[in-house]
């Protein structure tokens, strides 16, 4: 069936490094992703999304390229703060009859180290 | 803030109790959404409503029951949870079904 899944659980990068979280889906028929974060004690915040007819899209310091030819996304955060720890999710509109809705890989903690 | 709006944001209940989670949104969205999170697991969609109608049940237990009075608010009304039920349940609306979700903080709730 559909997944969005994660590459990595969990990633560590130093403060002031960019780092890149990734995220794989399944179904080549999606055309909208989202990149949400999730703080400690708090719902998921979006981020930045893609539509299916682009493959690279900016925003303040990040910055999600979708690769359609290999299912892959990717969330890259710019000049990464110690506010960037957070779990990060991509999500994945899956298209199809009345079930458009959005499903979500299992996250990847980003941990910031001073 | 994201203008959805949960309570309450800790819930510890009995197996024998019967509570409601309530969410609010103001932001004029037509779909609203209940979803489990549980630790290292993705989130999990429990039910969908469009404009006030149901339109998702992913196969929840009927120890969970929805509730959608207008475009503005859903409940998700709780009894007999099994410790199982343990988790943090999250509510959410989008303007149309499949578009970005904007998330309430989450009611933790803890089955005992």
């Known amino acids: 069936g559909e997944s969005v899944g994660l590459h990595l659980p969990t990633l560590s990068v130093q403060e002031g490094d960019n780092s890149i979280i990734n995220c794989a889906y399944s179904?080549?028929?999606?055309?909208?992703f989202i990149w949400y974060k999730q703080e400690s004690g708090k719902g998921p915040q979006f981020i930045i999304d893609?539509?299916?007819?682009?493959d690279k899209r900016q925003g303040q310091r990040v910055t999600v390229l979708l690769n359609k030819t290999v299912k892959h996304l990717s969330l890259q955060i710019a000049a990464t703060q110690p506010g960037d720890s957070a779990v990060y999710f991509c999500a994945e509109n899956l298209v199809g009859g009345s079930a458009r809705q959005l499903t979500f890989g299992s996250g990847t903690q980003l941990t910031v180290l001073p | 803030e994201t203008g959805v709006t949960q309570t309450p944001r800790h819930l510890v209940m009995g197996m024998t109790n019967k509570k409601s989670l309530k969410c609010e949104q103001h932001?004029?969205?037509?779909?609203m959404y209940w979803y489990k999170q549980s630790a290292k697991k993705p989130l999990e969609l429990m039910f969908v409503y469009s404009l006030e109608e149901r339109v998702e049940n992913n196969s929840v237990p009927s120890r969970f029951s929805p509730e959608c009075p207008n475009s503005s608010h859903l409940f998700l009304h709780l009894h007999t949870l099994q410790p199982e039920d343990s988790a943090l349940y999250l509510c959410a609306s989008s303007q149309d079904r499949g578009a970005e979700a904007f998330f309430g903080q989450g009611t933790r709730l803890t089955v005992v």
């Open positions: 932001l004029g969205h037509n779909a």
């Open positions: 179904n080549s028929a999606s055309d909208y």
């Open positions: 893609i539509r299916s007819n682009m």
